[in-house]
Structures are given as structure tokens and as C-alpha cells.
């Protein structure tokens, strides 16, 4: 043996370490989720690298997890044979951080206190590095399919971790060895009715078979079929297999805010199981926050990178499974594939027309989902104009008039008042200084509802030419609107805007303000505040112009 060469983790996941370590969470039963699900992404790594190259599989092309339980030992092993890792791949997967959601759990720790740190470890997946919750030396014993060399991966979880290569008759054949050297009080793992159990609730539905040991010269026993839950009739499948499936496959924490399951059998075949969760992740707003849907040929995963739903879809999760692909073609290949644009519109009409019955047949759920999503789902008002409609519909608002619940557009053109010709809004970074604004006066005296719109993205759709039933949305804080020609409540008379010693008045703070303003009127929309700021009518809206000022256009 060659000698092991120590390395330092990289400072993220040193901290991550650490506080795992010292988590005060105690659903520690996470880590087997967490390795079977890494040992099953590896089997279908290996799967879809085998079309190409089957060669790969060897005499052995059944996918298998086994975990071995040694109470004597106090271990517990979790073996795959499935792609395995060079000794590159090795210190690039485990001695970083690699996903994009830990990075983002890292930024979250960043701000949070430390108490606050390891509770945010409980909410959401942190990997591999999970096993340091029940095991103070984890190795990890590798070998990369079609490789005649195998190395070792061995850490302590305390900032540093060492690699080594090893003989290829202490390595798996092909695959990886996880072993976990359990601290005491985790001596229960080694039990196999508490393990299996765990097991068969928390991933029962991998797509990998799952056999278990209860010592490690003990027969194995298969504890999990690997049938693929979306290739089940829906009949079959329960509530909690639903869950337990979207936890285990999306690296969930919560549970599914809805759950979508068909076959679409038109043109192309392909069976879809996708879920909109319960929480907002933190990296919603990443700019490099991809969509996570994946695509699978026949239950083989192809890739998780095929852009299935449209950005501002990007919360939803799940999975495609398509009987036309097919499966010898590069992932580059696929994105040309008609068959792809296929699947792209239908799930995307699906989904969106899943959530429009949501929100009929159960409205708190579906207002729950809006207030996590809503933000994300109206970039779709501007960047997808064939379903600007159907987006509309799906829209809810804070308003002048909707309290604490949401009004959707419906609601608000059934309120619409006599010569009201245009939906008002109003933008801004908050909805309770928004909703002060002296600019709502006018409209407030008339009893016109006025949106309040306090989305970063509220400025761009808005502004991109949409209407809904013909009625086009308009600034309150944009140039002359035409409030003169809707009606003050009964007998209430709008302040004479034209008479002498107003006009005076205006002459004068024109003259006082000179080049900082454009023009000074005399305005019909305040009832209470002496003035307020507008844009020119056709400008560009207020609350736009700071967005690109602070963008620096
Ligand atoms: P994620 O699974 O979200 O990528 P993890 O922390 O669970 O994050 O795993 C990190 C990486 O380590 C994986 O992406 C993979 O490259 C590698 N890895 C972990 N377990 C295995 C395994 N059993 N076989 C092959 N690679 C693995
Ligand atoms: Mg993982």
C-alpha cells in the first residue's frame, strides 16, 4: 500500500462537519436515505453510461444495494454496484460541496446563528456528509465500473479526510463500499428491525433493488423491490408512498403541496410523477437555480438537465419517463428531440392547468402554493406569452381591498367601476409602505382597487404590453390616468383644479424646481397628501426605473 495522503476539506464543508457533528437534530434516521439514495443515483449512472458502453456490466448487470449490519463491529455498510469513482471524482464528490442546495443550506448557516445552523441541517438534505450525524470514521471504499484500480476514502468528520489506493480484493468488484463506524449511542443501526424498517419507509421506492444482511456472513434478504412507484397504477399507491418517494428522489424534507401522476398516451407516450413541495427552497432566486425535473428512457435516468418545465416552473420536481426516446442518444441529441418539445408543452400545460383546478377545488392549498411560488410563476407572464393567459388566471394579489387574503383578476374586473377602462397597480419594495402611498389616494376616494405589487419581478410583466379581458394594466404613479371621468362617491365634489390661484401656484414650483421635474399639475388623485411623484405617461414606471438605476443601465 501506498502511503495515505491527508487532505483538508474545503471551509464549507469543515463548518457543515462541524455542526452536523454537533446537531442537536434528532431525525438521525435521514443518513440511510441519504446513502441509499447516493448508492441508487450510482446504479443509474452506471445504466445509462452502459447503453454506449456495455461492456461496463460485466457478468453482473443486475443494480443492487445491500447494507450489511455488524453489531460486533458496530458498523454499518452500505454497498452499491453501481458507477463508482476515480480517486479524482472521489476528492472533487466528498471532499466539497458540490450541490447547489447545500451551497445555498451553507449561505442559510452563514446567516443563521448556530443553534439556528443545525436546525437547518434537519430541513434540508445535506448528503453524504450525513453520516457523521451516527458514525465518527466513515470509509468509503470505491472502484470506478471498467477501472483495475480501486481506492480508499477515509475521514474522522473533524476537517480533514485521507485517500489511498487499496488492493482490488478489498474493493468492490464495481462500486461503492460505505462504512460506517457508528459512535455509541448509534449502536441501534445495527439492529436489523430498526434499520429495515427505516429503510422500507424512507425508501422502499428507489429504483434499485435493496437487500439487506443482518451479519456479515448472513444471507441477504430483499427488502425493497426496486419497482419504480411511477410505473405502478395510481390505485396502488398511497399517500405516504408518494411521499416517501418525492423525499428519497428529490432529497426533500417536506411534504409534496401537490402531487401530480399520469400517462400521456397521444402522440408520444411518456409517464409523468412530479410535485410541487411545501417550502421554498432556499436558492429559489439563484440565478443559477436549474429546473430539477428528470428525464428517464423505459426507467433508465438519462438526465436531470433536459430543462422539462420552463424556468419559472423551476420549483416543481419529479420526473418524465418517456417510452419514444430513444435511449442510444446523447443527452445533447435529446434537447433537439421533437419528442422533447413534446413532453415540454404537455407537462407544462398539465401543470399549470393542475394548479387552475387546485385552486377551485381546494383555495388554501393553492394559496399556500402562490405565496411560495407566486414570485417565481409570474416570470412566466413575460416570458411566455402563449400562456400569458392562463398564468393570469393563475395570478393572485395583494390589493387595496384584499386584507389579508389574495384577489385574482377575476375578482378584481367583477369590482370594476363605472368608466374604469384599465387594472391599476402600484409598485414598490414593500406592501405596507405601498400600500400608505399618497399615490392611492384618488383611487381610494373612488373606491377603485388598486393592485399592490411588491415582486422584484412585478416591474418587468406589468410593463410588457399584457392586458386581461381586454383591459390593459396601468401605474397609478404614470402621468394622467383618467380618474376625472369616474365618479367621487355620491355628492363629493373633486378639488377645482383649474382656478387662478392654482395655476399661480404651479407657475411657481415649476419655476422653483426647474430641469428636476418635466412638468407640475394640478392632479385629481390626492385627497389628503399636498403632492406626490409621477412618471410621464409614457415612461417608464417609477418602481422600473430605480430596478435598472440600481441595475446600473
Ligand atoms: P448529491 O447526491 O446531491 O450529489 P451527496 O452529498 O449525497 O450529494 O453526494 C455527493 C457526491 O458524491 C455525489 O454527487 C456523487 O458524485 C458522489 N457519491 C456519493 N455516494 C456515491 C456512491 N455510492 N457512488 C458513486 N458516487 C457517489
Ligand atoms: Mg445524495
Given amino acids: 500500500d501506498t502511503a495515505p495522503q491527508t487532505r483538508s476539506f474545503e471551509a464549507d464543508v469543515a463548518k457543515l462537519l462541524h455542526l452536523m457533528v454537533h446537531s442537536v437534530y434528532s431525525d438521525k434516521d435521514v443518513f440511510l436515505r441519504e446513502l441509499i439514495s447516493n448508492a441508487a443515483d450510482a446504479c443509474e449512472k452506471l445504466r445509462y453510461e452502459a447503453i454506449n458502453s456495455p461492456g461496463l456490466l460485466g457478468d ?12 460486533d463491529t458496530n458498523t454499518v455498510t452500505i454497498e452499491d454496484n453501481g458507477i463508482g469513482m476515480s480517486d479524482v471524482e472521489l476528492v472533487d464528490a466528498l471532499g466539497t460541496i458540490a450541490r447547489s442546495g447545500t451551497k445555498a443550506l451553507m449561505e442559510g448557516i452563514a446567516a443563521a446563528k448556530e443553534a439556528e445552523g ?52 478489498a474493493a468492490p468488484a ?70 416517501e418517494f418525492y423525499r428519497s428522489a428529490a432529497g426533500q424534507f417536506d411534504e409534496p403541496a401537490l402531487t401530480l401522476h399520469y400517462r400521456a398516451e397521444g402522440l408520444h407516450e411518456y409517464t409523468v410523477l412530479a410535485f410541487v413541495p411545501e417550502t421554498k427552497p432556499f436558492d429559489l432566486f439563484d440565478p443559477d437555480r436549474a429546473g430539477r425535473m428528470k428525464l428517464y428512457v423505459r426507467r433508465v435516468f438519462i438526465t436531470d438537465e433536459a430543462q422539462i418545465l420552463p424556468r419559472y416552473l423551476r420549483f416543481m420536481r419529479g420526473l418524465v419517463d418517456s417510452s419514444d426516446l430513444p435511449l442510444n442518444v ?10 422533447l418539445a413534446t413532453i415540454q408543452k404537455g407537462v407544462t400545460n398539465r401543470v399549470l392547468s393542475e394548479l387552475a383546478k387546485l385552486s377551485t377545488s381546494d383555495a ?21 406569452f402563449a400562456r400569458r393567459e392562463a398564468l393570469l388566471e393563475l395570478a393572485r394579489f395583494k390589493t387595496t381591498a384584499s386584507g389579508d387574503a389574495w384577489r385574482s383578476l377575476k375578482d378584481y374586473t367583477a369590482g370594476l367601476k363605472e368608466n374604469q377602462t384599465a387594472i391599476y397597480y402600484a409598485t414598490g419594495q414593500d406592501l405596507d409602505r405601498l400600500a400608505s402611498s399618497p399615490q392611492l389616494e384618488g383611487f381610494r ?43 367621487l362617491p355620491d355628492g ?47 415612461g417608464m414606471d417609477r418602481q422600473l426605473e430605480k430596478l435598472l438605476a440600481g441595475a446600473g443601465r
Fill in 60 to 71: 453482473d448487470s443486475q443494480p443492487r444495494i445491500t447494507v450489511t449490519l455488524d453489531p
Fill in 118 to 169: 443545525s436546525q437547518l441541517i434537519g430541513q434540508f438534505g445535506v448528503g453524504f456528509y450525513s453520516a457523521f450525524m451516527v458514525a465518527d470514521r466513515v470509509d468509503v471504499v470505491t472502484r470506478r465500473a471498467g477501472a483495475d484500480i480501486a481506492a480508499i476514502w477515509a475521514s474522522d468528520g473533524l476537517g480533514t479526510y485521507t485517500i489511498r489506493p487499496v488492493e482490488t480484493v
Fill in 174 to 243: 464495481r462500486g461503492t463500499r460505505v462504512i460506517l463506524h457508528l459512535k455509541e449511542e448509534a449502536a441501534a443501526y445495527t439492529q436489523a428491525p430498526k434499520t429495515e424498517s427505516t429503510i422500507k419507509a424512507q425508501s422502499g421506492h428507489v429504483p434499485v433493488p435493496i437487500y439487506i444482511k443482518d451479519k456479515p456472513n448472513a444471507e441477504p434478504r430483499q427488502i425493497a423491490d426496486g419497482a419504480a412507484l411511477w410505473t405502478k397504477p395510481k390505485a396502488e399507491i398511497t399517500t405516504e408512498d408518494y411521499t
Fill in 330 to 339: 446523447s443527452r445533447e441529441m435529446i434537447q433537439e428531440s421533437p419528442v
Fill in 364 to 384: 388554501a392549498a393553492y394559496l399556500k402554493v402562490w405565496d411560495n411560488f407566486g414570485a417565481v410563476i409570474k416570470e412566466g407572464l413575460y416570458e411566455d
Fill in 445 to 487: 376616494a373612488r373606491g377603485i382597487e388598486v393592485l399592490l405589487l411588491a415582486d422584484q419581478v412585478d416591474s418587468f410583466w406589468v410593463t410588457s404590453g399584457v392586458d386581461y379581458e381586454g383591459k390593459p394594466f396601468k401605474s397609478v404613479t404614470q402621468g394622467l390616468t383618467d380618474l376625472g371621468l369616474i365618479p
Fill in 492 to 538: 363629493e365634489q373633486p378639488p377645482a383644479a383649474a382656478s387662478e390661484a392654482v395655476a399661480g401656484f404651479i407657475a411657481f414650483v415649476k419655476s422653483t424646481l426647474g430641469d428636476a421635474v418635466s412638468d407640475v399639475r394640478a392632479s385629481e388623485r390626492l385627497t389628503e397628501s399636498a403632492v406626490c411623484l409621477v412618471a410621464p405617461e409614457h
